[in-house]
């Protein structure tokens, strides 16, 4: 008799039953053993941070369940993927290893590595499309060069892409009999913090595919048809707050697009203002990563290359004020609060808060994008890079570096009545609107109504705006030379 046809299902960040190619490719064979390699120290220089690996703790929990349910399971392993790959497949006698891509070029020496080891050992090798709407060659300039502006990438996306979402399998091929005895448990993987700081987390957010689903849904039938206006008031839950469920891959960005399509017809000829604007948001992640795989230098250099002898400053007082929220601009400080306590900041919020370190404060960008990377439950290289280069001016299709965010209006325009403040800046919640994002500009009558003492309660400014933007532009004006 012949011996069953055995794959390896490679698991990483495709934490999902529905349009996931690899499982779905799976179904080919007749014993599919899916799995997860946690490694402690990685040689990629971007380790996963402490709040994407909260996320990912209960992610993989999610997604261990709904395999059981279907047959199936995930098997937990720690160490080298291309080692650890290779012994599963040699333990189970598997004649195939099958993975979704990743897109991530700081893994490709993990790849590399994998293909090397199982072409070793005679192993076919399957690699499926991944999160993405499409692969690198498909979206180039007509010269074959590509993207540095948004609105032409989108043009040409709307022009080339079809949504072609997969169902979820009823039924998944079971486990190979003989367990391999090195795996591991979700305790093992030690993804949880040491110090309980994510308590806000289990409050804010559920992760795994139904949730995911479930949110998108929610957010396409209601939310969405009030995005253009809402997505950037902070104090409003005006955005759908998908994107650490994108990044984990417990929902493949194409069956957003296919849910749009279905529900308000064609991308290309959409006419609701809100829908545009949200499809074109959704599309930012994907010229993200076509950034990303195009420029891999760019999570740790400027993609405009002057950028690179920009005189920023170190300043441990002022960098850690900024992480704490402690920089006497509430509009800055309750945006990272928010990402402290709940893993996540509002998009409007991360272009001030990373605009005043870069700007105000003077710090490298990278330093930021860093802090940003431990503390985002969202964090991703490609749109992290992207927002904080962007932001810097020294990213493609940047905001222009003399375009410095007001941290006084930006909070009055945004947030009039000064809740997003008062949320999470407690201490200042008795303040009129009118003073709650320049307290230190208060009456003395009003701070004392409030029962704020400016220095004890609440800081004082740590840099004077006016100053600060005079600085930041006469800098600017020494790397144009
Ligand atoms: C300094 C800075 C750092 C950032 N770091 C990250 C990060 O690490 N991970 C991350 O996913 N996003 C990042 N962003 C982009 C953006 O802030 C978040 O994607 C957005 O706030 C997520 O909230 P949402 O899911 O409610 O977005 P929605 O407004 O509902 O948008 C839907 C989806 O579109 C995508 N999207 C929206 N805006 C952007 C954008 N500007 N760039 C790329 N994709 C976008 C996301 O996948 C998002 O989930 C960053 C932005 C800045 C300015």
Redesign the pocket.
Known sequence: MNSPKTAILWIRRDLRLHDNQALLHSLNFQQVVPCFIWEDTPSTEWRMGAASKWWLHHSLHAFQQSLKKLGSDLVLVKGTPEKKLVELAQHYGASSILWNRSYNPQEAPTIQALMRAAGQQGLEVIACQGNLLCEKSALLKDDGNPYKVYTAFWRKFIKVYTPTCQAKPTQLPALPQAPYTKTATLADLNLLPDIPWDAGFNEYWHPGEEHALTKMRT?LKQGVLR?KSD?DQPHLA??????????FGEIH?QR?LQHIVDTFGPLGQLTDPNIIQ?TK????????YHLLQHFPHTPNQPLVKAFQHFPYQKNKVWFKAWTKGQTGYPIVDAGMRQLWHTG????RV??I??SFLIKHLGVHWLE??KW??DT?V???????????Q??AGCGADAAPFFRIFNPITQGEKFDPQGLYAARWCPELRHLPAKWIYKPWEAPSHELKKAGIHLGTDYPYPIVDHKESRERALSQYEEIKK
Request: a negative charge; zero cysteines; charged letters at 15%.
């Open positions: 957010f995005y997505r005006g955005t759908s707050m998908l994107s650490p469920h994108l990044q960005p957003i949200f948001e959704v599309l930012w992640r994907e010229f993200s996540w900041m509002h998009n991360r272009m808060t990373a930021g994008a940003f990377w985002l969202d964090a991703d290289l490609a749109s992290n890079t992207q927002g904080w962007w932001t």
